[in-house]
């Protein structure tokens, strides 16, 4: 062997040896590496089934639940809570009574037979006064013959009542049971109301059967204007349920406070069709001074004129050249105004130095003045102006005229 493949061989050997040296520690040195490879993919491999496990769970509870409302019903819990109409109801609904008109006529063959009519009223005190529409007893204010029974809440006793006084131009009346112990209702102020809160209706709609009917709305507008029978009435409008039967039941707040009568008749009367939603009540400030006065005088008494009049809108004065006002159609006769020589003709364009173009606006400041008073109205006639003096006098009957 010479010298040159001697080193070849010998390149050679060492070459092996590097990497057979390399090899070997590749190996012990690979020994850890793999390890952590094995670790990871042990590890790669758990949290694998683990996702798959809960998919897998997760798909089966879908199942189950699909199994669930196809076949038998999913018990579902509904956690109970108070309504404040419940509370409402339980605190104004002993107050609510049931109202009977029961009356003989004769029909036209000469023999009688038997009318009667519903409604419902709001116990005013404890010793028997009972708050009421005036047309839900009219046909026994009319017929003296007539009975008037009560029905008390929660209770198939009835019990007679009398009439204590009446007011038709406020559609208000107070009867009165002899029976003690009762629970009057709280009322509230409905000055205090705001449109869009709570509104509940208590009464018996369509009579005893439905006695102590509850209905739930809200307040829908406040000082509506309603003219009806040539009166004109600010009451309170609701969208709660109110229908005949009703009358002379209460509109209740969320303090179970009454702040309205209910009355239908002053309602229906602005349609000739049937709506829904759109009921009214008598605001309780206007009616506790009225029901105040009933107990009391058993009348009301109120300054009288003697007038009945027409409004005159700008379309009819532009048309008649007359100003804008107060037709007098009618004088009463030996009325504060015939007594003061206003004439038929005339238009009423003023009242205590204020300007006037309807009667409601007579009435507004008329009604302001007590019985005694004098009054200055400014009239029209035949093309000139004068002030008229007169003093108001009172006038118990029920009539159209002011």
Known sequence: MNEK?????????EYK????????????NGSPIFVIVLVTALIASIIGSGAMYLILTKGLNVLNNINNNTGSTTKIKIESTDSPVVAIAKKAGPSIVGIKINALSQTIFGSLQESSEEGSGI?????????TNYHVIESAIKDSSAAITVTLANSDETVEASIVGYDEPTDLAVIKIEKSGLTPAEFGKS?????????VAIGNPLGQEFAGSVTVGYISALNRK????????????????????????ALVNSQGQVVGIN???????????????LGFAIPSDDAIEIINKLIKDKKIVRPYIGISGINVDETTAKRNN?????????????SPASKAGIQKGDVVIGIEGKDITTMEELNEVKNTKNVGDKI???????????????????????????
Do not use: C
């Open 5 to 13: 493949e001697d080193k070849n061989t010998k390149e050679k050997n």
């Open 17 to 28: 040896k590097v990497n057979t040296s390399m090899y070997i520690k590749e190996k012990r």
């Open 123 to 131: 116990i005013y005190s404890q010793d028997g006064y009972i708050v």
């Open 191 to 199: 000055s205090d109301l705001q449109v869009g809160e709570i509104a």
């Open 226 to 249: 309603i003219t009806t029978s040539g009166r004109t009435y600010k009451l309170i409008q609701t969208d709660a349920a109110i229908n005949p039967g009703n009358s002379g039941g």
């Open 263 to 277: 009355t239908v008749k002053i309602g229906s009367s602005i349609s000739g069709t049937s709506v829904e939603g």
């Open 322 to 334: 007359i100003p804008e006002g107060v037709y007098v159609a009618q004088v009463v006769n030996n």
């Open 376 to 402: 200055t109205l400014k009239i029209h006639r035949q093309n000139e102006e004068k002030e008229i003096k007169l003093t108001l006098e009172s006038d118990d009957t029920t009539s159209a005229s002011n």
